[in-house]
């Protein structure tokens, strides 16, 4: 069965500083991968996606992901943290049927 | 890129009435499209698939008759919670799939359940 684990509930960074929210997954076949983030009351904004070819995903707002099939991971990452980033983050595997799960979701705070 | 959207974006209702949402593409058509509910501070978990023209299928512990859902054109599905009653409240998220297989997120509608 395929499912998706975030490890974080909860990271806090300065801003500035660079940021890694972990992902896991499961998923018997090749993944497709996603990042979306969502602002308090707002819906989901897609980040990046992986299907396929380079592991090193670039993303928008300077985020970017790496999968890494030996780990079933896919990590997002970004260099420097804006205060505007401050959100929740869910990873999301695509399933059969083009159904999507989502891990349990990682609230970034930003301290300036 | 694609656009989905829901209306209405909030909405508050008694216990025991019904209230409907909307889930449109707005500049493609789907012929499937999902919705998903997500709790205070929680993830979304997938309620049902809706197919155009045909039945809905739920997830597993999903009430179908308390979740109504309605495909009745490539540009339209509908949620309706019947005798909603406070536990029912919650975001409740459309998605919708291009003829490419992307999915495209509405911005959700939250549902209050007085």
């Known amino acids: 069965a395929q499912s998706v684990t975030q490890p974080d509930i909860h990271i806090t960074v300065s801003e500035g500083a660079s940021l890694e929210l972990r992902c896991n997954y499961s998923?018997?076949?090749?993944?497709?991968l996603f990042w979306y983030v969502q602002s308090p009351g707002q819906g989901l904004q897609l980040l990046l996606k992986?299907?396929?070819?380079?592991?090193l995903v670039q993303g928008i707002k300077g985020f970017e992901a790496e999968f890494k099939r030996s780990q079933s991971s896919f990590n997002l990452r970004k260099p420097s943290v804006h205060w505007s980033d401050a959100a929740e983050y869910f990873c999301a595997v695509e399933g059969n049927f083009n159904k999507f799960y989502f891990g349990s979701g990682t609230k970034l705070n930003v301290k300036p | 890129g694609a656009v989905v959207s829901q209306h209405p974006s909030w909405v508050i209702c008694k216990s025991g009435t019904s209230v409907k949402i909307e889930c449109r593409s707005l500049?493609?058509?789907?012929?499937?499209m999902f919705w998903y509910r997500q709790f205070p501070k929680q993830s979304l978990m997938l309620m049902a698939t809706s197919n155009e023209g045909s039945k809905a299928t739920y997830e597993q512990g999903v009430e179908k008759d308390k979740f109504l859902i309605n495909h009745a054109s490539l540009t339209l599905s509908t949620l309706t919670v019947t005798s909603a009653h406070p536990e029912d409240s919650s975001f409740y998220i459309c998605?919708?799939?291009?003829?490419?297989?992307?999915?495209?997120f509405g911005p959700g509608t939250r549902l209050t359940v007085t």
């Open positions: 998923y018997g076949a090749t993944p497709y």
């Open positions: 500049d493609f058509q789907a012929t499937t």
């Open positions: 998605s919708a799939i291009t003829d490419s297989y992307e999915q495209y």
């Open positions: 992986y299907f396929s070819g380079d592991t």
